[in-house]
């Protein structure tokens, strides 16, 4: 069974203020927002590196810090295993004395023993005399971890821990470090300023902005149901629009955007009732924007739902898929500076269509592709 966390703090720096409270158990959490947002604040205060103005922290009933009552708990009593960004492992130091820095004060037969364990559970076996210059970027985060786990830690922190990776590794060790916190099954919080990271990495996403929580939510419901329009933004959610509210109901919403009427019925409608002109906003999927087939006649009702024209003014290619964006056939200014929407198609139906040559389309999109943010 995971271990439970209570976080709440506050600490006041020269120019920043942070002030978070949010909880955390039954998986791996992961602080994601942008750079300057707090969540390594956050985190050196989790391990006893920074003294809270005031709050409390709680590992599974264990409290760590309480400013009422005066417990602060030094970084050694804590128990918490620390992962730094870029590793900050010893250059000068094995693989196995990098690992068993943390046991120092140990027993000489119990360092031996805790450092062979958990060289063989991270598959770090036969690298114990080599230096961190000798080995691959992965196994270098390795070692990191293996440092912090053994501790036996009650709590294990990585700040951005695949940053220092290039980019075919990042995505490589993401995976794998994904399984082995799953496999150790204590309370970890991860940092990122990278969604894609966040939600392989993380059970629950904890979203930061500017010294704040802005959103918790397990990751499946945060990528589906941003908290607000800010939040979709530090997402980098593609297509992230406002339009004018025509007609809602508990069921569907009807709204205005660039001259064209679209419907939704993903919204939330059912826990409030916008009136007619009423500003939202909404965004769009790349994925699910449709492009109907010239060959086929004219587009089916029962199978194409807010049809609109646009013409294609940029494109990317991404190796299996292409990246167009669209420019409606509507007059006055797009919705995103020189495009409306961006559609992302697989390679596969970019050839079969000849995109590269034909620029115009009639494109539709789902009543339940248009996902309507709280306002």
Same mark, same amino acid.
């Given at each position: 069974? #995971?271990?439970?966390? %209570?976080?709440d703090?506050? $600490?006041? @720096?020269?120019?920043?203020?942070?002030?978070?409270?949010? #909880?955390?158990?039954?998986?791996?959490?992961?602080?994601?927002?942008?750079?300057?947002?707090? $969540?390594?604040?956050?985190?050196?205060?989790?391990?006893?590196?920074?003294?809270?103005?005031?709050?409390?922290?709680?590992?599974?009933?264990?409290?760590?810090?309480?400013?009422?009552?005066?417990?602060?708990?030094?970084?050694?009593?804590?128990?918490?295993?620390?992962?730094?960004q870029?590793?900050?492992?010893f250059?000068?130091?094995?693989?196995? %004395?990098?690992?068993?820095?943390? =046991?120092?004060?140990?027993?000489r037969?119990?360092?031996?023993?805790?450092?062979?364990?958990?060289?063989?559970?991270?598959? @770090?076996?036969?690298?114990?005399?080599?230096?961190?210059?000798?080995? !691959?970027? /992965?196994?270098?985060?390795?070692?990191?971890?293996g440092?912090? @786990?053994?501790?036996?830690?009650?709590?294990? @922190?990585?700040?951005?821990?695949? !940053?220092?990776? *290039?980019?075919?590794?990042?995505?490589a060790l993401?995976?794998?470090?994904?399984? #082995?916190?799953? %496999?150790?099954?204590?309370?970890?919080?991860?940092?990122?300023?990278?969604?894609?990271?966040?939600?392989? =990495?993380?059970?629950?996403i904890?979203?930061?902005?500017?010294?704040?929580?802005?959103?918790t939510?397990?990751?499946?419901?945060?990528?589906?149901?941003?908290?607000?329009?800010?939040?979709?933004?530090?997402?980098?959610?593609?297509?992230?629009?406002?339009?004018?509210?025509? $007609?809602?109901?508990?069921?569907?919403?009807?709204?205005?955007?660039?001259g064209?009427?679209?419907?939704?019925?993903?919204?939330?409608?059912?826990a409030?009732?916008?009136?007619? *002109?009423?500003?939202?906003?909404?965004?769009?999927?790349?994925?699910?924007?449709r492009?109907?087939? $010239? *060959?086929? /006649?004219?587009?089916?009702?029962?199978?194409?739902?807010?049809?609109?024209?646009?013409?294609?003014?940029?494109?990317? %290619?991404f190796g #299996?898929?292409? =990246?167009?964006? =669209?420019?409606?056939?509507?007059?006055?200014?797009?919705?995103?500076?020189?495009?409306?929407?961006?559609?992302?198609?697989?390679?596969?139906?970019?050839?079969?269509?000849?995109?590269?040559? *034909?620029?115009?389309?009639?494109?539709?999109?789902?009543?339940? !592709?248009?996902?309507?943010?709280?306002?």
């Open positions: 069974m #995971t271990a439970r966390l %209570d976080v703090l506050e $600490k006041q @720096l020269p120019g920043f203020d942070l002030q978070v409270r949010w #909880t955390a158990g039954d998986g791996i959490a992961v602080l994601f927002g942008p750079s300057g947002a707090g $969540k390594s604040l956050t985190l050196a205060c989790l391990a006893g590196l920074v003294r809270p103005d005031a709050g409390r922290i709680v590992v599974d009933g264990r409290v760590l810090f309480d400013a009422a009552t005066g417990v602060d708990l030094p970084p050694q009593r804590r128990r918490v295993g620390y992962v730094f870029g590793y900050a492992l250059p000068h130091l094995s693989v196995a %004395d990098n690992i068993g820095f943390g =046991l120092r004060d140990r027993p037969a119990e360092r031996t023993r805790r450092v062979a364990e958990v060289v063989e559970r991270l598959g @770090l076996g036969g690298l114990e005399a080599r230096r961190p210059a000798e080995l !691959s970027g /992965g196994q270098r985060q390795r070692v990191a971890l440092r912090a @786990l053994a501790i036996d830690p009650a709590l294990l @922190l990585l700040d951005e821990p695949l !940053s220092a990776l *290039d980019l075919p590794l990042r995505r993401r995976d794998e470090l994904r399984a #082995t916190l799953a %496999d150790l099954r204590m309370a970890a919080v991860v940092v990122t300023h990278d969604f894609t990271e966040a939600y392989r =990495l993380g059970d629950r904890v979203v930061y902005d500017r010294g704040r929580v802005v959103q939510a397990p990751r499946s419901e945060l990528l589906w149901q941003p908290a607000s329009e800010a939040v979709a933004r530090i997402m980098a959610i593609p297509n992230v629009l406002r339009g004018t509210v025509v $007609k809602a109901t508990p069921d569907r919403i009807q709204l205005r955007w660039r064209q009427l679209l419907e939704a019925v993903n919204s939330p409608a059912r409030y009732l916008p009136a007619p *002109d009423t500003p939202l906003a909404f965004f769009i999927r790349p994925e699910y924007v492009l109907i087939r $010239k *060959d086929r /006649g004219l587009a089916d009702p029962s199978h194409h739902m807010n049809v609109m024209h646009g013409t294609v003014v940029e494109e990317a %290619d #299996t898929t292409w =990246l167009l964006r =669209l420019r409606l056939d509507e007059p006055g200014a797009p919705a995103q500076g020189a495009y409306d929407l961006e559609v992302e198609v697989p390679h596969l139906v970019y050839e079969i269509l000849e995109i590269d040559r *034909d620029r115009h389309w009639e494109f539709s999109i789902h009543r339940g !592709s248009i996902h309507v943010l709280p306002g």
